[in-house]
């Protein structure tokens, strides 16, 4: 009952959120020095095709009224054209979102999945070779650029040793895609029983993932072991040894304590993952919402990058609400 | 009749920056089965430290550097800590000065009395909560069936504190430590935890070292009072006896203030000077003491019986006994 | 709070940011990964001065017919697909990544600890003041919404690319991190009591704030230029490796790497390999460096 007044409460508050968010993006367009409508029009357009872009995006018009013309086209579904695809905005994101989907959520699953674990048991076990194999690891990945470490991945396990495909993408070009269900191709190829393309697509999954994990990880190990080192060092752990808790116990206390930092950065991971997707999808061709935002800020594809910016914010805001529901229903000392 | 509890030349040191420095220094203090006993001192004098030595809490980079304690006759400085953990909570219990931060504040104490009970005795979990909250009735919790269900943040210091002291008389212990059981109360709630305290201890029989700065609380609740600073003990005797013939010029003076409290007239000016580390070759007093002289500066004085049950650690002691000396 | 503003203190005084410097680097030899951090931060520092001038080859002339060519004894890192020597882009690429750097931060630093101060200070007076200061925070935090490299990206993209953009956009990113460093530091000082002491000498509350407070509250914000600036460096060759940062012939660690991306993946490993190791190092320094200081103001020179 308290969870769902508490959800209730900060669901609404998205909503003056993603009011600001679209203002800035808005603004950012057109309060910024520098015309669109040239960068647009391109270098070589003539006098009347500018006039003619300005026309178009409605930049002739005063701003309160492009603002709400703007909002109404969002609100209707209507995010634009992209002049270098050729179709709705709606239309390409949508065709694009799983690849990037896949992408973020099997890294973030496994470096929680992994960097949890790591980052307890070095808090236990203090002092082992491990720390010090830890503590060049998280170093190195903090400085490491994922771009280069994925092209690295690509020669190492593809030009050099032939284990794994190349960057063309997210399946063989011999492969079947499978029927569209979610429109990730692994879940898809479980789902439609093809096994090939399962395969295919799997391996083809392992480059990217593994470069934004190995980049990423290293936070929420680090995160992970100093909270719960300073959660076994804390008073009530302490008592509780005090009092004779089995050693089992005491880890017991240290862990749940150590939750909501931890959910805390695992949002700040997936948030993080966003920006690194972007990179890594160039590197690896891989067909996702962030190699379109990339093409459009090259191309000077004016709608869909401003689609692009909306929907990074939304993702922002969503993964930062359902971080905060986490430690809500963790911690009982969060008021409603 | 042997200790039920015998401190014996406890030492424990403490080290930075590369160097060892002696916290506690020979402290040997026994307790009966069944008595009071009171260790009082300022802060830094080396009481909490020794609490903690007791359990076997100590980490680096503190160490123990020599001494035993030996719980009916068993000494706990040898026990592994598996060993140790059968008798925290169990044979030996503690409190704590600061409850509120001792309690783990994401579980219910009803659920956190439950752990301290299944700690040490297999039952079925309901029967574990029936008696939490038989605990909880015992130290005088109102509605304890409900706050059972309460977290620490939503209940206010005293109660932690009845609910820690629950959680250390869920076995019923043979010896409680009562680390500074009233800090941070108010004077009405202190009195109501220390009386429970007591008439608990009175009724189980168990014994209590209560960890004061308060003179008072120990003057009121405790049977044998032991005076600590600077890491030694200096002075051991009964409340009673205490309160008209202290020796020691240090414990003169926690006495004086302590009256000029109750009378509510101004004690002395406190002396300055500083309050150090005990060194081998010094009582830890001398630069306070208005009665030091040369010899305090350089030997150590020995803690030696002067009566029965009365034991100092000055140099003077005599010429202070004889009231040749006003200290 | 206090170490922050003897370290200002003393930086005031000629001759002691000297003094200042040579403590820094004694403590640096205690701590090897501080050394390290340093002497990176060195190496770059002269490559931006001096690196175009000692490289062998001109980092911008393609040499035609020598495209290529794997590590040798003429060409030390080999030559990329335009004939490029790699060896002379790669030394000359801190000079465009620093000043971008530098500049970016100075910029996101002076105005992230203004209105840190401001934001602070003013953060629980009645009427205009507060509601500028609340305004403040939350731009910050709006601004927070967007993961960092798409948000540079995009200003990009909505200003178009080039240097000055790429500058605009990554001081404009750091300021709410430096910002609310700065403002927690102002909640701490603006306590103190030589405040109060300035405020009943009669200095009017802006004077009290940028005179007073602001150099004490800018410690924090200090100890995090550096890692701040590995930061910046990561980002613009993020940027300029999709192609919306630095103008592709400068060279540029970050465009050297997608310039010789296509050819890394059909086996010419020397391509891209040095300019990323470069990259990794500069950022690895910087941060260390980073660390070191802020272990070197607060507490001082612990252990």
Redesign the interface.
Known sequence: MRFLRYSLRRLVFLVP?LV??SL??FF??RL???D?AY?IAGQFATKERVEEVRRDLGLDQPLPVQYVTYVGRVLRGDLGRSWRTSQSVVEDIRSRLPATLELILSAGLISVLLGIPIGVYTAVKRRGVGDKVLFVYG??S????D???G??L??VF???LGWLP??IGRLDPIAETPATVTGMYTIDALIDGNWDSFVSALQHLVLPVATLVLVYMTLIIKNTRSTVEEMLRS??V??????????S?QLR?AL??ALPPVVTVIGIVF??L???A??VE??FAWGGLGQY??E???Y?DYAP?QA??LL??L???VVFLLVDLAYFT????IKT | MASLLDIDAVSVSYERDGKWVRVLDEVALTVEPGESLGIVGESGSGKTVLIRAVLGLLHPPWRIDSGSVLLDGDDLLKKSEEALLRLRGKAIAITSPEPRKHLNPLLRIGEQIVNVIAAHAKMPRSVAMEQAVELLTRVGIPDPRRRAFAYPHELSGGMCQRIVIAMALAHSPKVILADEPTAGLDVTISRQILDLMHDLVQRTGSSLVVVSRDLGVIAHYCRRVAVMHSGRVVEIDDVEHFFEHAVHPYSRNLLRAARAARDHTRPAAPNPGTRGAPSDAACGYASRCVLSEPRCRETRPSLDTLSLGHLVRCHRRTEIVSAEVEA | MSSSSEILGMASRRGSIKRGLRDFVLFARRRPSVMFGLVIVGVTLFLALFGPAVAPFDPEHALPGAGLQPPSFQHWMGTDVSGMDIFSRTISAPRIDLVIALVSSLIAFAVGVALGVISGYFASNRGVARFISEGIMRCADILQAFPVFIFALALVGFRGPGTGNVIAALAFLNIPYFLRVTRGAVFQVREQPFIEAARCAGNSELRIAFVHVMPNSAGPALANISPGIGFAILLTSALSFVGAGVPKPTPEWGSMISIGAPNMITGQWWTALFPGIFLGLTVLGYALCGDGLRDYIDPMNRR
């Open positions: 959120q600001a968010v800035i993006v950012l367009v910024l020095p520098g669109p960068l170093m190195l903090g400085s490491i650029p771009f280069w470490l092209l690295i690509i020669f593809f030009s050099l190349g960057p008073d009530f302490e008592h509780a040894r005090a009092l004779g808790l089995p050693r116990k206390y749940h304590n948030w993080f966003l920006g690194g972007v990179l160039t590197v935002g990339v459009a800020v090259i000077s990058l692009f910016v990074a914010a993702f922002t805001l963790i911690d009982p000392r």
